[in-house]
């Protein structure tokens, strides 16, 4: 859970007790927990040890004392930075994780947030968009007018930034938006936001096709056909949803076809865009690296 230091002593020790024969044995590898920054301390962490935890996620959610205050967190941003160093020099694998979306919060705001959490130099980072759930405070204010969530398209580009920010500063981003259960839906406990069951895919894609732009226009000319060679596994990534991005290539370079070729020697996060004898090799890696400084 989100606040497992939270929780009665005694049933953290009965839940960890739970799984140490599991990692005694090898079946797991890791015992991994989420709790807040101001659940923290020195006692906890020694605690923690004991029982062989290993990953420490941190619900830091803004590293901006208005945003934080107006959405009731309880914690400030010092917790944030002390929390984090105990657990880093506790030996710890650290992980933060980021909302973007929150009252009072804007992009600049967002920006700020990610760049203070890469100063804390976590091991991985997860990013989630704020969504109005049934039942909550959040839901109240949105019902006043007092809240107004990102619109879906809006929280796509943010975070499509926020992971190059990450990933240029060499930490891992394990998770977009928030996954689907059986409520946690449009319809059902999400009331309003940035919802996507795919989230993170629609963040990739919109990647890929920044990637292809880029790569498309390294020819000497526009050619009228062009190749995409790609992993099968990136394949629905770089076409999107309903055939987006290949509709969009087609209408901004006036293409005749595009043939997408799949090629298991590429890796995931890799592409080459080919016409006749020219062709250009795209890595995230490379490209990142190109236009951080030109979007930040």
Not at 15 to 31: D, G, S, T
Not at 198 to 203: G, S
Not at 258 to 287: A, P, Y
Request: hydrophobic share 40%.
């Amino acid at each position: 859970g989100g606040s497992f230091t939270g929780i009665p002593i005694q049933l953290q020790k009965e839940l960890l007790e739970a799984v140490q024969p599991f990692k005694n044995r090898n079946i797991i590898h890791h015992i991994r927990l989420s709790t807040r920054p101001d659940y923290i301390d020195i006692n906890i962490l020694k605690f923690l040890k004991e029982f062989n935890v290993t990953i420490i996620e941190l619900g830091v959610q803004s590293m901006d004392e208005e945003v934080l205050t107006l959405s009731c967190r309880g914690h400030n941003r010092e917790d944030v930075i002390k929390a984090a160093s105990m657990i880093r020099e506790s030996g710890f694998t650290l992980g933060l994780q980021m909302m973007i979306g929150l009252p009072g919060d804007t992009v600049k705001k967002m920006y700020y947030t990610a760049n203070e959490i890469i100063k804390l130099k976590p091991d991985m980072v997860r990013i989630y968009p704020a969504l109005v759930i049934k039942d909550t405070e959040l839901e109240y204010l949105y019902r006043m007018d007092r809240y107004k969530p990102l619109e879906l398209k809006a929280a796509v580009q943010i975070c499509k930034k926020l992971l190059i920010l990450f990933e240029t500063n060499s930490i891992q981003v394990i998770r977009i938006g928030l996954q689907a259960t059986e409520t946690i839906t449009q319809g059902k406990d999400v009331i309003a936001g940035p919802f996507h069951p795919a989230f993170r895919e629609l963040v990739e894609s919109e990647i890929k096709l920044d990637m292809l732009e880029w790569g498309i226009r390294q020819f000497s000319e526009i050619p009228h056909e062009l190749e995409i060679h790609v992993n099968p596994k990136a394949v629905s990534e770089v076409v999107a949803v309903k055939k987006k991005n290949i509709k969009y290539l087609k209408n901004k370079f006036k293409f005749s076809k595009i043939t997408i070729i799949q090629d298991m020697e590429l890796q995931r996060d890799e592409m080459i865009v080919k016409h006749g004898i020219e062709s250009c090799n795209i890595s995230k890696k490379n490209f990142f690296n190109t236009i951080k400084k030109i979007i930040f």
